[in-house]
């Protein structure tokens, strides 16, 4: 059966200071972030990334098969559909040079947030996956989660979780 594309908006540009809440699973949903240097290489392709589309990452969550992140652009140019295409890209050749194995499944899941919605929400539904999944019982005791934009235990506060 083939997989269905997630659609875009369409008359949305996806370009200037928008939050995005962005969930990406991996190739056939394989268990891959589990380990410190799995997580790093995708961490650092994703801090990199960000940097050069000018985007700022509130918070991210890697959990064993998919990653959760919540962007911000910082520029009117910021344009999100191609910091996802090239931190797919850049993220999966990273990967596959290491492990030799597919990183990624197609496409990809956005929520552009509304100007009423709240990113404080947004992120601790993002640190709390790990709970909810029953790896952890408080977000802070899972390694694969933080933030680009302020430290984990500044993140953790200002979501009162």
């Known amino acids: ?8 908006l369409g008359a949305f540009d996806y370009l200037g200071f928008y939050r995005y809440f962005l ?4 190739h ?3 268990r891959l972030f589990v380990s410190d240097p799995a997580v790093r290489v995708v961490v650092a392709q994703l801090s990199r990334t960000a940097d050069a589309e000018r985007f700022s990452v509130i918070a991210y969550c890697l959990m064993p098969d998919h990653i959760h992140v919540l962007v911000e652009g910082t520029h009117p140019a910021a344009d999100f559909r191609e910091f996802v295409r090239v931190f797919k890209q850049r993220s999966a050749f990273h990967w596959k040079r290491e492990n030799a194995s597919t990183l990624w499944q197609r496409s990809y899941f956005e929520h552009v947030l509304r100007d009423e919605e ?3 929400g947004v992120a601790r539904y993002i640190l709390e996956n790990p709970v909810r999944a029953g790896f952890v019982e408080r977000p802070e005791a899972y390694p694969y989660l933080g933030s680009m934009t302020v430290g984990v235990e500044k993140l953790l506060y200002s979501v009162q979780i």
């Open 23 to 26: 969930t990406m699973c991996t």
């Open 28 to 30: 056939h949903r394989a």
């Open 118 to 120: 709240d990113t404080v």
């Open 1 to 8: 059966m083939p997989i269905k594309l997630a659609p875009r």
